[in-house]
């Protein structure tokens, strides 16, 4: 699906989620036990294809909805779902389109969305179930309680991932102030970091599912990811083979995004995503940093200003043992500034180890 149809798509399935008038209409349906077809959009394709019925042209609502739906034939709107424009319509999409489909109104429904492009809804009398179409995707719309239960399930399993990337996330720091970090430790920490990604997508789709339901899942959401790009960004600029190229990064993280599941539990295959070429023992190569991530967590230093002291120090271990004279020899960086910096590497070191042997 091309990011157009998946903009729609999420668009679509916030315009059915629960709390808006036009889910209310689809639940008026099916608790009328009628059925219906809808078209969520008008323009040449969808009128060539639409014989008979009646062009009203009427602002939306969902009584108006339910009552249209107890006549034969589909519905058509517009594509912002305002305004009800055709009830009672007879649609003939091509035949020669394949469906999966066996009941007469999710065929045309199929037929209708792959033809025209428009998101085609389909409220099934029998099977009692809202099912909505989007050129080649079908996606049955899941009643609230299921999502919900869903939901809370995939959030149980971001804690404990992200639980588990803390972990392994402060072992790097120490490992990074110490000198002592090998491949397998940075492709640990952006295994789990990819992890936490995915996880999170699929949470931000049941948010939009969820509609005014899902405002306490995403604030959850919120707080277990806040930074984690960042983070990610800084990991991948530490440590791919042209870290100072910003170019790098998100093809990076492109790499990262297309590992299937078993590829991302091979380490190797993480780590190979950043440019190293693993081959027997290389997980536990040595590498270092260039200081992107623990730069980062310095309070009030401007990016600007990470990647001149990057720049001109071009290691981590350089930078921390930099003293205030040294760093004011970069560009921007004042007495003050310099202190800061200064302060805050050793605050970090100090945490980090604490943190590795306490």
């Not at 090998?182 to 948010?207: F, G, H, K, N, P």
């Not at 190229?245 to 539990?265: C, F, G, I, R, Y």
């Not at 004042?334 to 980090?352: F, H, P």
Request: aromatic share 4%; proline share 3%.
């Amino acid at each position: 699906m091309s990011d157009h149809d998946e903009e729609l798509f999420r668009a679509t399935l916030a315009a059915v989620a629960p709390g808006t008038e036009l889910r209310d209409g689809l639940e008026r349906i099916l608790r009328g036990n009628t059925g219906a077809l809808v078209v969520l959009g008008h323009d040449k394709l969808v009128e060539s294809i639409a014989t008979g019925g009646f062009a009203l042209d009427v602002d939306f609502s969902a009584t108006r909805l339910r009552e249209l739906a107890k006549m034969d034939g589909a519905i058509v709107m517009d594509r912002h779902h305002a305004k009800i424009l055709r009830a009672g319509v007879q649609l003939v999409p091509d035949p020669s389109i394949e469906t999966q489909e066996s009941g007469t109104r999710h065929r045309t429904a199929e037929r209708v969305a792959r033809q025209t492009g428009h998101p085609v809804v389909s409220v099934s009398q029998s099977m009692r179930i809202i099912a909505l179409y989007l050129g080649d995707r079908r996606h049955v719309v899941k009643p609230t309680p299921e999502l919900v239960s869903h939901a809370n399930q995939a959030l149980q399993t971001l804690e404990r991932y992200k639980g588990r990337l803390d972990e392994v996330t402060s072992a790097l720091s120490a490992l990074e102030i110490e000198d002592l970090v090998t491949v397998r430790d940075v492709a640990s920490v952006l295994q789990r970091m990819e992890m936490v990604r995915r996880i999170s997508e699929e949470i931000e789709s049941y948010i939009v599912e969820l509609g005014t339901e899902g405002r306490l899942l995403s604030l959850q959401l919120e707080e277990l990811t806040a930074g984690l790009q960042d983070d990610l960004v800084w990991v991948a600029r530490d440590y791919t083979r042209n870290a100072t190229n910003e170019v790098a990064t998100p093809e990076v993280m492109a790499s990262l995004a297309a590992l299937d599941a078993t590829q991302l539990l091979d380490l190797g295959a993480c780590a190979k995503t950043l440019g190293f070429s693993i081959v027997g023992e290389n997980l536990d190569a040595s590498v270092s940093p260039l200081g992107y991530r623990i730069l980062g967590k310095v309070p009030r230093l401007p990016g600007a200003i990470v990647e001149r002291l990057v720049a001109h120090f071009g290691s981590l271990q350089r930078l921390l043992a930099a003293n205030v004279d040294d760093l004011m020899d970069v560009d921007g960086v004042g007495e003050g500034r310099a202190r800061l910096v200064r302060e805050g590497l050793s605050r970090l070191a100090e945490t980090s180890i604490l943190e590795r042997y306490v």
